[in-house]
């Protein structure tokens, strides 16, 4: 079975700049989570997606959104960046209440 | 508000001695708590979930702990090796409404020396 996998791995955008980051879920798992780990935190809950829709928030502004597509695959949009959303962008997939994440995406807001 | 505390300072041990993690939580009512290991860089892989009426679950060197009226979890690995060097975090479930979310302590770097 595979993993979960992201991309792209590293990233480096402009204050102001939007950012797409992709998501490929691990075979057989319908839900997909996305969170953000600041240098030296843990990871925060974002968002989660089940059958594409978006059944469940965490603290984040509406600048952050997402995705999922039929595949389980996912997307997590932020617009209108700031030097704060400099982070590492986890994507997690799960079935079961378990979740595997993926190795992230770290993304440098300047 | 919900706050997790996990050791925010490195715990450096030596090879062969057993590691104790400890983690904190106060203002909730997990249904269970997971551990998960970080290595520099990379996402956190699942290594225990323990549920709110157990009170210890083992695997291999790993050894959980739960004490639901002290509110707290200790995470063991005994007979540590330098291969266990990382961060180790705790994540307490706070699913609400139909979807299913972790709330991570900072975690507890780990360093084990030959």
Known sequence: ETGVTQ???????????????????????????????A?????QFIFQYYREE???????????????FPNYSSELNVNALELDDSA??????????????????????? | ??????????????????????????????AYLQWYRQDP????????????????KRKERLKV???TTLKQSLFHITASQPADSATYLCALDASSGGYNKLIFGAGTRLAVHP
Request: proline share 5%; with cysteine; aromatic share 8%.
């Open chain 2, 41 to 56: 860089g990379r996402g956190p892989v699942f290594l225990l979930l323990i549920r709110e009426n157990e009170k210890e």
């Open chain 2, 1 to 30: 508000s919900q706050k997790i505390e996990q050791n925010s300072e490195a715990l450096n041990i030596q090879e062969g001695k057993t590691a104790t993690l400890t983690c904190n939580y106060t203002n909730y009512s997990p």
């Open chain 1, 7 to 37: 991309s792209p791995t590293h990233l480096i955008k402009t204050r102001g700049q939007q950012v797409t980051l992709r998501c490929s879920s691990q075979s057989g798992h319908n839900t997909v989570s996305w969170y953000q780990q």
């Open chain 1, 54 to 68: 978006e059944n469940g928030r965490g603290n984040f502004p509406p600048r952050f959104s997402g995705l999922q």
């Open chain 1, 39 to 43: 240098l030296g935190q843990g990871p």
């Open chain 2, 65 to 67: 702990t739960f004490d």
């Open chain 1, 88 to 110: 590492l962008y986890l994507c997690a997939s799960s079935s079961t209440g378990t979740f595997t994440f993926g190795s992230g995406t770290r993304l440098t807001v300047v």
